[in-house]
């Protein structure tokens, strides 16, 4: 069972959080939309849900660490 170490930093603040889930409450909605401004579609991945929410929560400035710099494997 992997635990939580007691000291140690969060890797995602609270903020990150509550942005990836306001995300994720939109795509259950049909309101999440994809690209600039929207306009490449209704999203219905998971994953990207939590992606477009991360990137949300980049540009707001909470906590999260950098993008893995890779293509989907």
Do not use: D
């Amino acid at each position: 069972m992997a635990t939580a170490k007691k000291a140690g930093a969060r890797r995602y603040s609270k903020g990150a959080s509550r942005t990836v889930a306001s995300a994720m409450r939109r795509r259950k909605r049909g309101t999440l939309k994809s690209g600039p401004g929207g306009k490449g579609g209704t999203v219905r991945s998971r994953k990207q849900a939590i992606a477009i929410g991360l990137s949300e929560a980049r540009k707001k400035g909470a906590k999260v660490p950098k993008k893995a710099s890779g293509g989907a494997q």
